[in-house]
Nanobody, 123 residues
Framework: QVQLVESGGGLVQAGGSLRLSCAAS?????????MGWYRQAPGKQRELVAA???????NYADSVKGRFALSRDNANNAVYLQMNSLKPEDTAVYSC????????????????WGQGTQVTVSS
């Protein structure tokens, strides 16, 4: 069983900062190919915020480029999203995502999601 445990959401004023953390845990994880964050605002579709694939550079949604920074700790199966200069339109539920490889089912990749953490930016 794999769990993605998220933390760091909350309420912040426009222009402020928050840092989201996500750590994956579970037995038989061979490796994690991709980790990142998606978000979903009320009445809108879920969208990619930022993601990073092993050995690659982070990809960002155009709306967050220059304001958000994604980093990854491979040793601890963790990913962090530093969000600066937050805007009211960043308000959403942010969910961690991981594409995981298990020893027993190589080379198939398995998608996992965290429970979601609310980020609210007030104007």
């Amino acid at each position: 069983q794999v769990q993605l445990v998220e933390s760091g959401g909350g309420l912040v004023q426009a222009g402020g900062s928050l840092r989201l953390s996500c750590a994956a845990s579970g037995r038989s994880i061979f490796s994690i190919k991709t980790m990142g964050w998606y978000r979903q605002a009320p009445g809108k579709q879920r969208e990619l915020v930022a993601a990073i694939t092993t050995g690659g550079n982070p990809n960002y949604a155009d709306s967050v480029k220059g304001r958000f920074a994604l980093s990854r700790d491979n040793a601890n199966n963790a990913v962090y999203l530093q969000m600066n200069s937050l805007k009211p339109e960043d308000t959403a539920v942010y969910s961690c995502y991981a594409a995981i490889l298990f020893i027993a089912t190589l080379p198939a990749m398995n998608d996992y999601w965290g429970q979601g953490t609310q980020v609210t930016v007030s104007s």
